[in-house]
């Protein structure tokens, strides 16, 4: 069953921002807590389940960047074709994504003649730094830069590569992303390395 949260929302449209250039996990310790994949898919059962409460307890679920990341490993997730190997890292109202994103299948069955979006061809390292929160059930993406192998896209570029290959298949996804959270979700605060989300 595929679950549907902030964590994944957030991660879907971090990895689409990641795609405009195209969209750590830490070993299980041994003191008998869950593995970071195991844990978060709890956490996310549980909010799906206090998501269908008429009441849903208001009390904060935390998700640890390192949970997030393990989840996006996972095969509960899956990516956009010709992206891999996510990883987020969260700061206080920041969350910046990785991705190794291979631009020719994200653009298969399309093309374009404009020689600005030549760049986007290849396998490359890709990395988007972003300002993301959710409040009152809705949540914002704000994406500040995103780089190729380290050197930073002009934004105009991004632009035209959203409104070329973003657009016609998530028509919600820019550099300004708003959107509906799951499951009652009323509020989304990234902190340092996590995620703090409030049902109600």
Known sequence: MKRVSFVSNISAYITCAILMVAVSLLAASNTGKAAPAASVKQ????????????????????????????YLASNEVQLPVGVQAVKLHGEPGIINGSAQIDFDKVQEGTHSSNPLLS???????????THAYGKAGQGFVHVDSVSIDGVEVPRFV????????????YPQIGLDSQFKLADRIDSAMIGEHKVTIVQK
């Not at 996310?44 to 990341?69: K, Q, S, Y």
């Not at 991004?158 to 298949?169: I, S």
Request: aromatic content about 6%; hydrophobic content about 45%.
């Open 43 to 70: 956490k996310l059962a549980h909010i799906e389940a206090n998501g269908r409460m008429p009441h849903p307890d208001p009390a904060p679920t935390v998700i640890t960047e390192d949970e997030a990341n393990a």
């Open 158 to 169: 991004l632009e035209l590569f959203v409104d070329k290959y973003l657009r016609p298949r």
């Open 119 to 129: 760049i986007f061809s290849g396998l490359h390292a890709v990395e988007v730094a």
